[in-house]
């Protein structure tokens, strides 16, 4: 069976929904923010044992990077339900001002 | 004209293309991952002005917390794409996840 | 026994000591900065408990904050040990530049 | 001429003496959080620049790793006071966790 993927638009409704059944309502703004910094250390301690110098508690834990990226895109989404912002609309004005902004740093670095 | 939503599967392929095209190359992750931290302070600090004690630097700077999730999102599927992240799968995951293990949480404290 | 304030100087050079005897050396320093930013996102999880809207896992879990500073400034030396940086004189840099920046803005907004 | 090392409780009580005459009071910790990451967010740049994939804007620009040091010290020192905490007992207790936490570690695995 093929699964049919989901536009970023619904996924941010689907946050929504569980934000209004299991969590209780959003919480204020810079209490979202700290929990999406909480979830980016997570992702950061994963990606130091991976990539970094830092050692891993024991040989049988596992890196969990993919779980962490998941943590952090849900309060991310979060935080821009709150605020009604579209992310897809978002992501695609960041891609073009990163397009105008990089294009003659790249071409005199490399 | 209703433009078509797509999905978040075709976001982090649009992702892929531009930094192929325009940024060189993906970062090593732990580059990637500073620059998340950029961008999560450029959120923390229009977040803080709107939301906190920040003082804005002049009555026309502009608050600008939609443009900075788009950079976070943008940030954020650099290091999904990196490691081959289907970053609708782990959300989904994370919405699983936090369900079970709030369930009990909420009733208690609500 | 009056307990002797030490300087940070001299804090300083104890975290260096620390690392050359436990640490196994100074990591490299996106590394470090990744670890840093793992204790950012513990002290945010203590913050948010006491101070925003996340609840406690229980009502046994203590808050601390406290611990959570000692380990973020831990972390922080390192960086700055690494790089040679003295942190008195930058913290005094950082008051001046401060001082000279925010005398405008906070008049006109108190 | 010699300059006498301040302590860092003795600098803490500066941070104090400067926010309660220049910085109109704390903010609130969630508040004081966000500036953190500000700070973070600046050093990441810097770091990023100079150890890892990130180009410089231009080839006049400084690399300010110190500045920034300095300015997250800020932050934190800033929370720390609100929550009247001694920051040097507190960074000799993490010395002493870590040392405890990771004296097993580090024989292992090198």
Redesign the interface.
């Given at each position: 069976m093929i699964k049919k993927?989901?536009?970023?638009?619904?996924?941010q409704k689907?946050?929504d929904e569980?934000i209004n059944r299991?969590?209780?309502g959003y919480?204020?703004?810079?209490?979202m923010?700290?929990?999406?910094?909480?979830?980016?250390?997570?992702?950061?301690?994963e990606?130091?044992c991976?990539?970094?110098?830092?050692?891993k508690?024991s040989e049988k834990e596992n890196v969990r990077?993919?779980?962490e990226?998941?943590?952090?895109?849900?309060a991310?989404?979060c935080?821009?339900n709150y605020?009604e912002?579209d992310?897809?609309?978002?992501?695609?004005?960041?891609?073009r001002k990163?397009?105008q902004r990089?294009?003659n740093?790249?071409k005199k670095?490399?």
């Open positions: 993927k989901e536009s970023l638009f619904e996924l689907q946050v569980w299991y969590g209780g919480w204020n703004p810079l209490s923010f700290s929990a999406l910094i909480e979830e980016a250390g997570e992702l950061a301690r990606l130091n991976q990539q970094g110098n830092k050692p508690k990077i993919d779980e990226t998941g943590d952090l895109l849900f991310l989404i935080i821009a605020f912002i992310l897809e609309q978002q992501l695609k004005k960041s891609l990163f397009a990089d294009k740093r790249y670095t490399r």
